[in-house]
């Protein structure tokens, strides 16, 4: 029997070799297993990871650029980026984002909507990067934080650049503004071209030629620890400056513009015949694009929408009037190049027409009818009754026609977001907008620029510099060249259009003299603008209705409230021989129009003649 005192030594010995043997074979099997991963992550999968380990040392900052800045023709200063403080925070080093924003508050006041743009602009940016809280800080705001920055580890004022307009609402619908970039926006744009910038074109020049105007980001090559923080600057790459826009406007007429539309609601729009190129873009009244840069507040945003005038309205592309008597010389053409009418055919005018076994008078605008009219005097006194004759004869497609060979029914195509096309009216258009048939009525009034017929007064502009040009149709546009950061130059070249043609080219000059001796002739509708004028002027005045009167009722504006009175308009280009200027004006519920465009001609002739 076996003494349980003893040990059994020869046993104890076969045991222990056992499990050291066991401990080998799986400490053997763990180094071969390791062993095959490090050959595999090292070797297999070397490019993979030293790329990933690279990209996790090095990170790129992005480098805001300078956008370019906007001239008019004469190289005068229309749109600048001016130094601002900005108040920027960091999310990786603050710790409650929340509680931070609320300290701040009680030193620099954040509003509803700067708190509303500082989340948004957190979902698009890296935990490293300035969010923007707080833009164009006064000195006063800027310095009171800087005595409690130190309370604020991840909070810093950073000096930019920022978008000003020193002229403020006097180019404010032809240059538009810039503004924050939105949601919508954020998901349509390049985001790396956008990843130091919080602006973009929201309006205007500034939204048409955002690609011209924004330039390219530049970048800091930063290395960083594996929490991400910023250890140093290893390499720059400098942004590239956004090119520069020089305008057709000018400047001076702008302002001599503005000037004369004081207290009026409407529109003057002025362009070079020659060339297309606009002259003068006056949306009246407008507004001050600087308070959109900034971030405009909800209440005088509301007030704006709400206003009655409209300031945010950009009349010129998006306003669609009747054209009242301006479309008579373009219908005159079309008469004459059809045969239904010619210089020396007449008819007597009581001051009304009736159509063909109908009772209901076409009233012309002078109660006692002007006596006997051909087509001069028809032009010249503004005779409806004489182009409800001709309508009856032509019918409703060639006036149809003659609208759309002058580019009415059309946007012109000007470099602006949003125009308009206005309504060219007739029978498929009718049946089409209405299900409705067309009445000979309908074409009468059509033929005078009433009923159904709209047109823009852009598109009223571009027919003044039609017969300007007696037929010759030019793309009208606002960019006359841009300017890149090593002086080269990129001309925009004027388009040329689908001409309207004449088969007998004395069509064009008996149009021409009427038009004239509607300002040269008394008893011109626009005589008194001959008065004291050293140079020659072609026009066409017109009165839209805003209401339609009934049979029996006459017009009287002073028992009218102001939005019910008529709209005054008038087309026209000077010096007749030689046109440098053509423009449209329309006057909202008032008179006088032809009196502002004698204002914007003389300041135009007799200084860029002087």
Known sequence: ?????????????????????????????????????????????????????????????????????IYDRNGVLLVENVPAYGLHLIPEKVKNIGETLDAINAIVPLSAEDRQNFYQQLKYRRRFEGVPLKVNLDEALAAKFSVHSYQFPGVKIAAELIRHYPYEAIFSHAIGYVGRINEQEMTNIDKASYSATQYIGKTGIEQFYEKELHGSPGFQHAETDVHGHIIRILKSEPPTHGNDLYLTLDSQLQLASVA???????????????TGGVLAFVSQPGFDP???????????????????????????????????????????LQGLQLGFTTPNYSISDPGFYRLPNVKRPYRDWRKQGHGY????????????????????KMGIDPITDIYQQ????????????????????????????????????????????????????????????????????????????????????????????????????????????SIHDVIAEPGGTAYRLSRNTPYTIAGKTGTAQVFTLGQNEEYDANILDEHLRDHALFIGYAPVESPQIALAIILENNTGAADVAKQVFDNYLLRTNS
């Open 1 to 69: 029997m076996r003494n349980p005192y003893f040990k059994d030594y020869q046993s104890e010995s076969h045991l222990f070799k056992g499990r050291v043997l066991v401990a080998s074979i799986v400490i053997i099997l763990f180094f071969i297993v390791l062993g095959v991963r490090l050959y595999y992550l090292q070797v297999e999968q070397f490019t993979q990871y030293s790329t990933l380990s690279e990209q996790n040392r090095v990170t790129l900052l992005a480098i805001a650029p300078n956008r370019g800045l």
């Open 260 to 274: 004369a539309m004081e207290g009026k609601r409407g529109v003057i729009v002025a362009i070079e015949p020659s």
């Open 290 to 332: 600087n308070l959109f840069v900034q971030g405009i507040g909800q209440d005088i945003y509301k007030q704006m929408l709400d206003s009655w005038e409209r300031p945010l309205f950009n009349r010129i592309l998006r306003g669609q009037y009747p054209p009242a008597s301006t479309v008579k010389p373009m219908v005159a």
């Open 373 to 392: 009219v051909n087509l001069h005097k028809a032009i010249v006194q503004s005779c409806d009754t004489y182009f409800y004759n001709l309508a009856h």
């Open 406 to 513: 002058f580019g009415l029914g059309s946007p012109t195509g000007i470099d602006l977001i949003g125009e308009l096309s206005g309504v060219v009216p007739g029978k498929e258009w009718k049946r089409a907008n209405l299900n409705e048939s067309w009445y000979p009525g309908e074409t009468l009034i059509t033929a005078i620029g009433q009923g159904f017929a709209l047109a823009t007064p852009l598109q009223l502009a571009h027919m003044a510099t039609v017969l300007a040009n007696q037929g010759e149709r030019i793309k009208p546009h606002l960019v006359q060249h841009l300017q890149k950061q090593n002086g080269e130059i990129i001309q925009n070249t004027p388009e040329k259009l689908t001409p309207v043609t004449q088969k007998n080219p004395e069509h064009w000059a008996l149009i021409q003299k």
